[in-house]
């Protein structure tokens, strides 16, 4: 089980950039998002098995990963660019 969950977080924090990438990003976020404890290999039925804090696991993933998409911050936007000046000589 462990094996799993390691997966799933290394997984999430190196995939993106192309479609495919994107794709299973989002499946495993969600996975680590689901409250599902009905499955054996649920994000939370593992934790519980492991004895780990669910919460704080999801937490890192997420901050390792640049964030959940929805939650992820944008960058600052580049500042202004000066004013050209047209210099008419005399």
């Known amino acids: ?3 799993v969950l390691c997966d799933a977080a290394y997984a999430y924090s190196t995939e993106g950039g192309k479609r495919r990438g994107l794709r299973m990003r989002r499946e495993i976020e969600q996975w680590f998002e689901s ?3 009905a499955y054996v290999f649920s994000f939370e039925s593992i934790c519980d098995a492991l004895s780990l804090d669910a919460s704080y696991i999801r937490r890192r993933v997420f901050r390792s990963g640049a964030g959940s998409p929805r939650t992820r911050r944008r960058p600052p936007p580049p500042p ?4 050209v000046s047209s210099a008419a000589g005399p």
């Open 80 to 83: 202004p660019e000066p004013p």
């Open 1 to 3: 089980m462990l094996a």
């Open 35 to 37: 409250g599902n404890t």
